[in-house]
């Protein structure tokens, strides 16, 4: 079993930047695939970003690429998600998930374990 917690969310005004932690509990952490998605009010769970349990391969959804960043340290197990020039739209609950596999993913139904989310909301 892996626990997610998420943290690093809050308010911020269009324009600024937020990087957004979780933590993981497995103690092999290393060997997890990590993936950011996120859910605004209103509509379906959408990816964000991946990235592979080693290395710096990583993916990114079309709207992501440019403005967010996703990056781990396995030696603290933590899983950042990294967001620059902020947008109202951007305004959703950020979940990681966790799956055991070599191969991040962009397709939510593959990730084993979910946090609970930090909600990002943006004011214009």
């Known amino acids: 079993q892996v626990q997610l917690v998420e943290s690093g969310g809050g308010l911020v005004q269009a324009g600024g930047s937020l990087r957004l932690s979780c933590v993981a509990s497995?103690?092999?952490?290393?060997?997890?695939?990590m993936g950011w998605f996120r859910q605004a009010p209103g509509k379906e769970r959408e990816s964000v970003a991946a990235?592979?349990?080693?290395?710096?391969?990583?993916l990114y959804a079309d709207s992501a690429k440019g403005r967010f960043t996703i990056s781990r340290d396995n030696a603290k197990n933590t899983v950042y998600l990294q967001i620059v020039s902020l947008k109202p739209e951007d305004t959703a609950v950020y979940y990681c998930?966790?799956?055991?596999?070599?191969?991040?993913?962009?397709?939510?139904?593959?990730?084993?374990?979910w946090g609970q989310g930090t909600k990002v909301t943006v004011s214009s």
């Open positions: 990235i592979r349990w080693i290395g710096r391969s990583t």
């Open positions: 998930a966790a799956r055991a596999s070599y191969y991040p993913s962009l397709y939510d139904h593959v990730y084993d374990y």
């Open positions: 497995a103690r092999t952490f290393r060997c997890y695939s």
